[in-house]
């Protein structure tokens, strides 16, 4: 099993800021199978990248991701009030899939 | 896309449930479904996922022998069966088609 490390914790930032979420996993993860998803409190997640790098449909740019191997970020290059929220790294190239403990991004 | 789950509730320990997961708005049977559940005020846990013929599954380590995920394309749905419940079975299960369309979830509490 892939275990995914996030880090920090919590981040806690003012809008216009930039928030950099990083994901450690514990093995490579094959073709770059790791998507990062953003769930704010009583919703579902959303996902906004998927292949480490792509934007889901409808994702501003400001959102990012990169990485490759066993070592992934997530960038939003200015955050917006919508912005703060839990965020999660998730990769799907082994079964079982397996989810980060999450970062959560709050307004400093 | 809509992905509706149904099927969850209160359940004593060591009871059962059925959760649904009604699918629509593309093209069901070309799909790996998957359920995710979380735990209140926790992170994210893979369940079970089946790939789209229904030939293949894989389950969580916690689950297997307790749960059944199955899918019936010709009715667009997919099925969570659940014995043996515990308190650690409390959670809200999603419906997840591949990696990107989550549905609202429902919520499963297992307690007496």
């Known amino acids: 099993e892939i275990v995914l490390t996030q880090s920090p914790g919590t981040l806690s930032l003012s809008p216009g800021e930039r928030a950099t979420l990083s994901c450690r996993a514990s093995?490579?993860?094959?073709?770059?199978?790791l998507a990062w998803l953003q769930q704010k409190p009583g919703q579902a997640p959303r996902l906004l990248i998927y292949?480490?790098?792509s934007r889901a449909t409808g994702i501003p740019d400001r959102f990012s991701g990169s990485g490759s191997g066993t070592d992934f970020t997530l960038t939003i290059s200015r955050l917006e009030p919508d912005d703060f929220a839990v965020y999660y790294c998730?990769?799907?190239?082994?079964?079982?899939?397996?989810f980060g403990q999450g970062t959560k991004v709050e307004i400093k | 896309v809509q992905l509706v789950e149904s099927g969850g509730g209160l359940v004593p320990p060591g009871g059962s449930l059925r959760l649904s997961c009604a699918a629509s708005?593309?093209?069901?049977?070309?799909?790996?479904m998957t359920w995710v559940r979380q735990a209140p005020g926790k992170g994210l846990d893979f369940v079970a996922n089946?790939?789209?013929?229904?030939?293949?599954?894989y389950y969580v380590d916690s689950v297997k022998g307790r749960f059944t995920i199955s899918r019936d394309n010709a009715k667009n749905s997919l099925y969570l069966q659940m014995h043996s419940l515990g308190a650690e079975d409390t959670a809200i299960y999603y419906c997840?088609?591949?990696?990107?369309?989550w549905g609202q979830g429902t919520l499963v509490t297992v307690s007496s």
């Open positions: 997840v088609r591949g990696v990107s369309d």
């Open positions: 708005g593309f093209t069901f049977p070309t799909y790996w």
């Open positions: 093995q490579s993860v094959g073709s770059n199978y």
């Open positions: 292949v480490a790098s």
């Open positions: 089946i790939k789209p013929d229904g030939s293949d599954k």
């Open positions: 998730h990769q799907y190239f082994t079964s079982p899939w397996t």
